[in-house]
Each structure stands twice: as C-alpha cells, then as structure tokens.
C-alpha cells in the first residue's frame, strides 16, 4: 500500500499492493484515515510463548528466508488471501518478493502498515507472518491477518501463534476494535462489507 501523510492521517491504497506481477495497480478506496497516534512506537521483538520463535518486522533482506517460505505454501496461501489480495501468485519471483518486502520494510517505517516475519531464534527461517493493517472495511480500526508455512499447520507452533497473536495485539497495539481476518470474520464475510470510510 502506498500512502501519503496528510493531517495526523494517511491516505489508504488497497488491496495491500500485495499482488505482484501483471496485475493491475490498487486504487484508492478512501482518503484520509486516522490510523496510530503519532507516539505509537511499534513492538521490535516478539517471543511467542512456549516456542523458541520469536517475530520481527520484515525486511528486504529477509526475501531469501521469505521466497521459499511462502512459494513452499503458495497453493494454502492462495486459498486463504487469494481472493481478497491476489497473493502469492504462482508466477511470483524471487525479485519480485524482494521488492514486495522492501515496499514492507518502507510501509513499516512511516507506520502506514506493518508485517512481522515469524523466525526462528537465530533467524535462519522465516516460518509464517503478521500483517496489521488500516482498515479497508468497515467496523474496525485495524486489521489483522497471519500464516504458518504448511509444517507447521494444526501443531504445536500454530496453537501457540494463534493463541499470541490476539493477545499481542490487545496488549501492545492502540486498537479498540481490531479485526482478525479468517478469524472471526471469514473472508469471504469481509470482502462484502462496505468499503471502510
């Protein structure tokens, strides 16, 4: 998503410009929005209870942990953001990806949308992510979606992630009304709300 300031606000560009390739460019679905209080400060370093990972914000540098993660999930990844972000495409290359995380790593410093890579403690893989951001529905101040690679799906680590993230978001993010996507809303559910104003 790109985004400009404008009065305390940003303007918001959806779809998350998570599609890549071919694929036409997000319009713009509204335009100011009042997102995070300009003090907000945003988590460096999660541990996830129980486990020995831990997440971080993305980096570009992060796309030779990233490519294989997602390309080696990319039928289940599809399944799940497909119809909502056109994401990940099964033409989606390595460079691509890069420039994807870098659009993140930019996103993530002026604090117009965050994506937290789930790692290992030496951080030599990159086993799922966050996404938190605006709203591109109505009825919530922020969105929240997440994924494991398919390892790691319906076993401990999962249990442990699905069990954090709510958590981590209530106690650490300024959100009064997050909504947690493929959660409790499905998808399909989200995609027919009205645009967020």
């Given at each position: 998503m790109d985004a400009a300031g404008a009065a305390g606000g940003i303007t918001v560009v959806r779809p998350c410009a998570r599609t890549l390739g071919d694929r036409p460019a997000p319009a713009v679905v509204s335009a100011v929005v009042s997102w995070l209080p300009d003090d907000f400060v945003h988590p460096v370093h999660v541990p996830v209870p129980g486990t020995a990972l831990?997440?971080?914000?993305?980096?570009?540098?992060?796309?030779?942990?990233?490519y294989p993660a997602v390309?080696?999930?990319?039928?289940r990844l599809w399944e799940i953001f497909g119809p909502a972000w056109g994401w990940p495409t099964d033409t989606m290359t390595y460079?691509?990806?890069?420039?994807?995380?870098?659009?993140?790593?930019?996103?993530?410093a002026a604090h117009q949308s965050f994506n937290y890579a789930l790692l290992d403690e030496e951080e030599t893989a990159?086993?799922?992510?966050?996404?938190?951001?605006?709203?591109?529905?109505?009825?919530?101040?922020?969105?929240?979606?997440?994924?494991?690679?398919?390892?790691?799906?319906?076993?401990?680590?999962?249990?442990?992630?699905?069990?954090?993230?709510?958590?981590?978001?209530?106690?650490?993010?300024?959100?009064?009304?997050?909504?947690?996507?493929?959660?409790d809303i499905a998808w399909q559910d989200w995609l027919a709300l009205p645009p967020a104003s």
């Open positions: 831990h997440l971080r914000p993305i980096r570009e540098a992060d796309a030779p942990l990233d390309m080696g999930s990319r039928e460079d691509q990806n890069r420039v994807d995380l870098l659009r993140h790593e930019k996103e993530i990159i086993l799922g992510c966050v996404y938190i951001d605006p709203p591109e529905r109505a009825g919530s101040d922020g969105e929240v979606s997440w994924w494991v690679v398919d390892d790691l799906v319906d076993g401990e680590v999962e249990r442990a992630f699905d069990a954090l993230v709510p958590r981590w978001i209530a106690a650490d993010w300024p959100f009064r009304q997050p909504r947690f996507l493929g959660r």
